[in-house]
């Protein structure tokens, strides 16, 4: 019986090691198969596009005055400077439109979504700084550009727990506990009476949003090779009053299209039925 049962145990065992053997495998196979899903079959295009942040004419600093901004004319200093983008596409003379796959790589990129970030440090971001967005295309010669600014729909939720999304989706700083979810885009002041906070509002417990405010940015005339894509903050608050801020309404723009002070700058991010304004193509 002893026997029997040392016998019957070895074959549970060997069957056993076959079947995690078998399982080890099937996983392995699995991921990378899902690594290879990083690159389309026919995207062997290496891309890389650059941003640039302008303020005052000049490449923006972190905390430097910045004068004559927005419809009065007020002198600010602007201490955060981020915005996340995603869907990113490359547009061919057909006028196709190509996506282009971002690579995980652990800081600036994960789960199609990159963080652009023109902020040192100077208040309360991080000392590091990304201007570009990497990943593969399909090979061919492309004039235009189309992406979306913020966190896709489906990647947001009043939920989200910040410390199981991995870099650049886990920034306390980039996430409204008090509404709830991402802020897309994140441009701050010296001026306690004015800051530029870009996110989905009026969502319910399934993230279902009146407003979910992500500007989609197409422009052609655009060669990734030479050329990089420009957000200028003049022209970004230039319809917008950043000296004073609406009485009963939230400091600056929160993302309310109803607040006064986020009408010129939904305007110039091309958020209803204007084109951006706020962004264009500039030689590298
Ligand atoms: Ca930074």
Redesign the pocket.
Same mark, same amino acid.
């Not at 971001?125 to 700084?129: F, N, P, V, Y």
């Given at each position: 019986m002893a026997e029997q049962n040392s016998a019957w145990n070895g074959h549970l065992h060997s069957c056993l090691s076959t079947k995690i053997r078998l399982v080890v495998m099937s996983v392995l196979w699995f991921a990378g198969g899902c690594g290879g899903e990083d690159r389309g079959a026919d995207e062997n295009l290496d891309v890389r596009i650059e941003f640039t942040v302008t303020a005052g004419g000049l490449p923006y600093q972190c905390g430097h005055v910045v004068d004559n901004l927005g419809k009065e004319g007020a002198a600010l200093a602007i201490t955060d400077m !981020?915005f996340y983008i995603h869907d990113v596409r490359l547009i061919n003379g057909q006028g196709e439109a190509q996506p282009v796959t971002l690579v995980d790589d652990g800081v600036w990129q994960k789960d199609g979504v990159a963080l652009l $970030?023109f902020? $040192?440090?100077c208040a309360n971001?991080? !000392?590091?700084?990304n201007s570009r967005v990497q990943g593969q295309s399909v090979d061919g010669s492309y004039t235009g550009i189309q992406f979306r600014i913020g966190i896709p729909n489906q990647l947001n939720s009043p939920r989200t727990v910040l410390e199981n999304r991995g870099s650049p989706l886990n920034q306390a700083s980039l996430f409204w506990s008090w509404r709830s979810g991402y802020k897309f885009m994140r441009v701050d002041t010296d001026s306690d009476s004015f800051r530029f906070h870009l996110g989905s509002v009026g969502c319910d417990d399934d993230f279902n949003c009146r407003f979910e405010n992500i500007p989609t940015i197409t422009m052609s005339g655009f060669e990734w090779q030479t050329q990089v894509v420009d957000l200028d903050i003049d022209h970004l608050l230039e319809e917008t009053n950043v000296g004073e801020n609406t009485d009963g309404t939230a400091p600056g723009c929160m993302g309310d299209p109803d607040d006064p002070e986020c009408r010129g700058i939904f305007a110039r991010l091309g958020l209803g039925t204007a084109e951006t304004t706020a962004f264009s193509v500039r030689a590298k």
């Open positions: !981020r $970030d902020e $040192d440090g971001g991080t !000392r590091q700084l």
